[in-house]
């Protein structure tokens, strides 16, 4: 028995010391607390007795009897409850249900019943697994541990000692003891401490299991003592379901709005932001608001609008000129989204990428800085096509197609540039250099390659031997190394002793014969022409002068490769 009482302190003593570190004052944010400090419940289950008919270490289903009370709690803070309790019940000893082979063959019997007000402090140790973050609940299950005090009426019990014969004389007087005193005992104090759980479907209701052991310090509960073990008290239990409503809504803050309806249980609000403070007076909740101390509109946060243009004043770039929230408030009066106070072309509908100036060919460069608007070019050249990537415009571009430099007005640096005539005339003595030409030398002045002309007599255009040495000069010249460039033109002249269409024929035959000559002697005709004149481009002052041909030697303009 004294074992059993220091259990009961020392569970009493947690109750105290785990009440003293939750919060249980109204008011306190240290934790939520339940809206309703009053439940009402029922529990429906067994009872079972623990004593001289069977062993009474664990006493959950020893001869379990149909048992229910009802009971009141009082929430006490946050993990605290005081519990009122009202229980009956039913206890049966039966020796034949025990393991002891002794006590099977004595073979009492005993029933009565037990009527039980008690006082019981429950713990909730994890009592804040019912609310979220916030506060707010969220069902779940919450253990629990109870101890405390109670008062246990049993009726008359009705012992059946298994018609022990006075043999045992013994024993019947051990009997006898024990009827007299079950006479004397009807009752006693007892010290329920138990353990339980609980299903919370809403801040109102649970449903749970609850197990309740009674420490006692009777030993007559089952009408045996003296004629059984007189050394061991008896004890009982009561194991059922429970299911608990709350009632009597509290106000922690005092606010008028209760708990269950206040999202602020903790913080006095009015109730139009449901119980939540207000420093402002607008009707949003603090919580809630964005701008707190200033009084404002619902549908921004709490926030004023001193422009009334739909946009918070804190986030208004311009909060005393209405404008839409595209553009953070500001007034943009040609609609293209960008401020009137940023936009270069206010009055022009334009992109954001432009300082809101229009772009009309597309090209990222403003039109107002654009120096072609409707042909699309790059920045470099101020929105002007540039074909060619040399950064010159093509309007301003020599060469559209090639990429030059701006020193040549957008043409290419040349590779190359045309032999001087130093060095022309030097290549050409290379030519000649060695050769015994009677009829073709260098013109040094000139730098070309000088031919002595063909003459004819009067209205002939055949060769004679004087005038084919020449042009077999002319056909191994072509053959010199370096002049593998050069051709040959015939050019043909007659004097004015005819007519105009006779002399041109006539100077046309005369360059054929020529060239015919040349070519029957190997010459390749690719390199020689020929072309008369007639009478009209006179070389000579006399008529012997004018019936010519002159052979005339040109070769295109050699370049020179630049080192760039």
Not at 185 to 213: A, C, E, Q, T, W
Not at 262 to 274: F, H, K, S, V, Y
Not at 456 to 477: A, G, K, M, Q, Y
Request: net charge negative.
């Amino acid at each position: 028995m004294l074992k059993q009482l220091l259990f009961v302190l020392a569970v009493l003593t947690c109750l105290q010391v785990s009440g003293q570190g939750v919060t249980t004052s109204p008011g306190s944010t240290d934790s939520p607390e339940s809206p309703y400090p009053w439940e009402f419940g029922l529990k429906l289950g067994t009872s079972a007795l623990g004593g001289d008919l069977i062993d009474n270490d664990i006493v959950i289903f020893n001869n379990a009897q149909p048992a229910g009370g009802v009971y009141l709690r009082r929430r006490l803070g946050n993990a605290l409850a005081l519990r009122f309790s009202l229980m009956y019940g039913q206890l049966v000893g039966d020796d034949s249900k025990s393991d002891d082979p002794t006590l099977v063959t004595r073979g009492f019997t005993s029933e009565t019943n037990i009527l039980e007000p008690s006082l019981i402090f429950e713990l909730t140790p994890f009592y804040g697994s019912r609310f979220n973050d916030d506060y707010t609940f969220k069902p779940g299950l919450s253990p629990y541990l109870s101890a405390g005090i109670g008062y246990g009426i049993w009726g008359d019990v009705m012992t059946d000692y298994n018609n022990s014969e006075p043999a045992n004389a013994g024993l019947a007087s051990r009997i006898q003891q024990d009827i007299a005193a079950e006479q004397e005992d009807d009752g006693g104090v007892v010290f329920p401490v138990g353990v339980g759980i609980r299903y919370h479907f809403s801040p109102k209701s649970s449903l749970g299991l609850d197990y309740n052991f009674r420490i006692t310090s009777a030993d007559l509960i089952d009408g045996v003592s003296a004629s059984g073990n007189p050394d061991n008290d008896d004890a009982y239990a009561f194991f059922g379901l429970t299911y608990s409503v709350g009632f009597g809504a509290r106000d922690a803050d005092k606010d008028g709005v209760k708990d269950k309806d206040d999202e602020c249980p903790t913080q006095p609000g009015p109730a139009n932001t449901n119980g939540c403070p207000d420093a402002d007076g607008d009707g949003v909740a603090d919580k809630d608001d964005a701008c707190p101390n200033e009084a404002g509109l619902a549908n921004l946060n709490g926030c004023p609008d001193g422009d009334g243009d739909g946009v918070a004043d804190k986030d208004d770039d311009c909060p005393t000129e209405a404008g839409p929230a595209n553009t953070n408030g500001c007034p943009d009066g040609d609609g293209d989204g960008v401020a009137d106070k940023d936009d270069e072309c206010p009055d022009e509908a334009g992109l954001a990428s432009l300082n809101g100036c229009p772009d009309g060919d597309g090209d990222g460069i403003a039109d107002k800085d654009d120096e072609c608007p409707a042909e699309a070019g790059p920045a470099s050249t101020n929105g002007c096509p540039d074909r060619d990537g040399d950064g010159i415009a093509d309007k301003d571009d020599e060469c559209p197609d090639e990429a030059g430099v701006p020193e040549r007005n957008g043409c290419p640096l040349p590779n190359d540039r045309p032999e001087n005539l130093q060095e022309r005339l030097a290549r050409y003595g290379k030519i000649l250099e060695g050769q015994d030409f009677k009829h073709i030398r260098l013109d040094s002045v000139n730098g070309t390659i000088m031919i002595d002309r063909i003459y004819f007599p009067t209205d002939v255009s055949s060769l004679n031997r004087p005038d084919r040495i020449i042009i077999e000069e002319i056909d191994r010249f072509l053959e010199l190394e370096g002049a593998e460039d050069f051709t040959i033109r015939y050019e043909g002249h007659a004097d004015r002793r005819a007519s105009d269409e006779y002399n041109q024929r006539l100077s046309e035959r005369r360059a054929e014969s020529a060239n015919d000559y040349s070519v029957r002697q190997g010459a390749n005709p690719a390199n020689l022409s020929t072309i008369g004149f007639g009478e009209k481009q006179p070389v000579g002052a006399t008529l012997r002068e004018n019936r010519v041909v002159i052979p005339v030697a040109t070769e295109p303009t050699r370049m020179i490769k630049l080192d760039n």
